[in-house]
């Protein structure tokens, strides 16, 4: 039996993907790309990804069959310092919910909410 991951994919659900597609760009400083679906059901922009590195890949994604919201999963992003994402998140529309802080030696995180309501973590060692 082949050992994996716990985690091969991600689907941040939205309302508006448009807008939400510009948080994301915003804060993390880089370019959704359109995905198509093969069912047809969910318009979705995915995250850059390798599926030949270390972690998943994921889209966000505007579905009849999921809707947005605080109490769920939780996705964090890498960063070299997640304070600097942080700072992203208000001019891009979100709101920071728990600046960063220490999680001893797992480094740090950035707790923030997109604005499709979902609350999303930015994580680094510094």
Known sequence: MTKMNA????DIFVDDLDRATAF????LDTKLEQMGDPTGETQMMSFAADMSVYGA???L??????????GGTIIYFNA????????RVADAGGQVVRP???????G???LCMDTEGNMFGVASMQ
């Not at 985690?7 to 991600?10: D, L, N, Q, S, V």
């Not at 070299?80 to 700072?87: K, M, N, T």
């Open 80 to 87: 070299q310092d997640c304070a600097v994402e942080e700072g």
């Open 24 to 27: 994301y760009e915003a804060v």
């Open 7 to 10: 985690i091969g994919w991600f």
């Open 61 to 70: 994604s505007k579905s009849p069959n999921g809707r947005p919201g605080v």
């Open 108 to 110: 740090f995180v950035s």
């Open 57 to 59: 890949g994921g889209a």
């Open 100 to 106: 960063k802080f220490s999680i001893g030696e797992f």
